[in-house]
């Protein structure tokens, strides 16, 4: 079996997802002020995101399984992305995912495509070289800001909740709410 194909597996069962991970979540929903619509890639089975957030905000769910109805499914290792619910979000928050990835910069070029914002942890090399034996890249938090500039996105905070552990928020700077509206209008007709 192949590494992706055991991530799949890994990932599947929801007692592989720690409740010690809502630090991280808790963090991610302190930075996502203003946000009406939240589209959550890799929500896990609890989605600890969606009580963080609270009511008034609309959370869309997805995640390689689904968990229940509202889940989306995506896969973005084999460029399966949520595109629907990105477009429709104010932000996009991915919280321990991009370590799985094999391609990050495809990913964030993916994001920048229709997301105004994002939010995603990533656990550098910063402290420790050693890698889970599941992560597939090693990259420094001074790297994932490069990519995520590749992709468009301008870094505007990162919080450290453990060593090497970052939550990051970052802003899209080729895109505006504006042209986000008049692809989503686009992408609504198509479907109608």
Known sequence: MNKIATIKEHWEHPENYEASWDERALIA????????????????????????????????PSDLTKWTDDVATCDLASGKFPVGDMVRSDAC?????????????????????????????????????????????????????KLADSGGFTVTMKVAYHPGQFVFSAVNRRRSAAFRRAVASRLFRRTR
């Open 93 to 145: 928050v991915m919280l321990g995912v991009l370590e799985y990835l094999p391609n990050i910069e495809s990913t964030f070029s993916m994001l920048g495509r229709y997301c105004d914002r994002i939010v995603f942890s990533y656990c550098s090399t910063d402290v420790s070289p050693d890698r889970w034996w599941l992560w597939i890249n090693t990259y420094s938090s001074s790297d994932i800001i």
């Open 29 to 60: 929903s302190q930075m996502l002020g203003g946000a009406n619509v939240i589209c959550e890639i890799g929500c896990g089975p609890r989605m600890r995101l969606k009580s963080l957030i609270g009511d008034k905000v609309a959370y869309l």
